[in-house]
Nanobody, 124 residues
Framework: QVQLVESGGGLVQPGGSLRLSCAAS????????IGWFRQAPGKEREGVSC????????YYADSVKGRFTISRDNAKNTVYLQMNSLKPEDTAVYYC?????????????????WGQGTQVTVSS
């Protein structure tokens, strides 16, 4: 059974950090491009970051560039999203997604498998 499970969300003060994890079961993440998306209440789902399968290239939305870092640990079949200098506008449900197309895509339609999401709340 193919499954993605996110963890690591929570409540953090502005300026704080969180590390999200996306663990896969039923398939090998190394063969998939992995994207992180987020969705805030009343807003559309937006792409945050992605790491390709072909050469490990990484991509970031302008709003998180320089603050977020995506990485993968193939031995643990897990992808991480390190989030630093968090802002209230980063508050959202964060989802990881896998695409068998190897390269990253900006649209959520590009991705084949999705996790259930983890809530990130940035508030004082």
């Amino acid at each position: 059974q193919v499954q993605l499970v996110e963890s690591g969300g929570g409540l953090v003060q502005p300026g704080g950090s969180l590390r999200l994890s996306c663990a896969a079961s039923g398939f090998t993440l190394d063969y998939y491009a992995i994207g992180w998306f987020r969705q805030a209440p009343g807003k559309e789902r937006e792409g945050v970051s992605c790491i390709s399968s072909s050469d490990g290239s990484t991509y970031y939305a302008d709003s998180v560039k320089g603050r977020f870092t995506i990485s993968r640990d193939n031995a643990k079949n897990t992808v991480y999203l390190q989030m630093n200098s968090l802002k209230p506008e980063d508050t959202a449900v964060y989802y990881c997604a896998a695409s068998d197309k190897l390269e990253c895509g900006s649209s959520w339609l590009w991705y084949d498998y999705w996790g259930q999401g983890t809530q990130v709340t940035v508030s004082s």
